[in-house]
């Protein structure tokens, strides 16, 4: 029998996807925050999960471990979205990209025409891109966790990262400057996937569409 994987991530992500899917007619049998299994079956036999993390969620659909999966635009903007099929933006998990600086530092000196920064991120498709619409020459630095800490100790003069609240940016004396973009989740389906399951695959994508809040 011909069956439907979905690739999801732990967390804001997964807990937000749980009205969608009921909209669906599926429910989880197991919840990964409690479980340590990656693959989650539901009450539906051909529908089943796989729980991987945020980044991977295309990779896994891009090359049909998993037939549909959730993911956040700025993960889709590092991946490149290549063999993705995006149909819906879910209006989930939102939040913005934005540039922060330590307070008291002159951001719109530093970026005027001429000016050099350090920018450290895990952004960098999205940085890049941004600064380069404004002419700016950047230098930038990955990083993988605790993007508020490279402006404290001089490792870069600014950050780009996700900001919901901007309660953590508060908390370590840095304020926002500049809004990159908003993001939120959107639903990847893999494109073969879609050609040859159409039938199982639609019902959910229609479910979805119409359970989504913006």
């Known amino acids: ?12 992500i997964f807990e937000e996807t749980l009205p969608l899917l009921a909209a669906a007619g599926i429910v ?16 539906r036999p051909d529908v089943r999960l796989v729980i991987v993390r945020a980044t991977d969620t295309p990779t ?18 590092e991946h490149g979205g290549a063999g993705l099929y995006q149909p819906l933006d879910l209006h989930i998990a939102k939040c913005r990209l934005c540039v922060a600086v330590q307070k008291g530092f002159d951001y719109v000196a530093a970026t005027r025409p001429g000016g050099r920064i350090r920018v450290a991120t ?22 993988y966790g605790s993007m508020e800490l490279a402006p404290l100790v001089g490792l870069a003069d600014a950050i780009v990262d996700l900001v919901s609240t901007g309660g953590t940016l508060r ?12 993001i939120s989740s959107r639903l990847i389906v893999n494109q ?8 199982l695959l ?3 994508l229609d479910a979805f569409a119409g359970a989504i809040r913006p």
Do not use: C
């Open 28 to 43: 989880p049998t197991d919840n990964p925050e409690s479980s340590r299994k990656l693959i989650i079956g539901t009450n």
């Open 1 to 12: 029998m011909s069956s439907i994987t979905l690739a999801l991530s732990k967390g804001r």
């Open 60 to 77: 896994y659909v891009q090359y049909g471990a998993a037939d549909l999966g959730i993911a956040g635009k700025d993960v889709l903007l």
């Open 171 to 182: 908390a370590n004396n840095l304020e926002e400057v500049e809004d990159i973009m908003p």
């Open 122 to 143: 895990k952004y960098m498709n999205a940085a890049k891109a941004h600064f380069a619409g404004k002419g700016m020459h950047v230098d930038l630095i990955k990083l």
């Open 192 to 199: 073969a996937s879609l050609k040859l399951k159409r039938e």
């Open 202 to 204: 639609q019902p959910v």
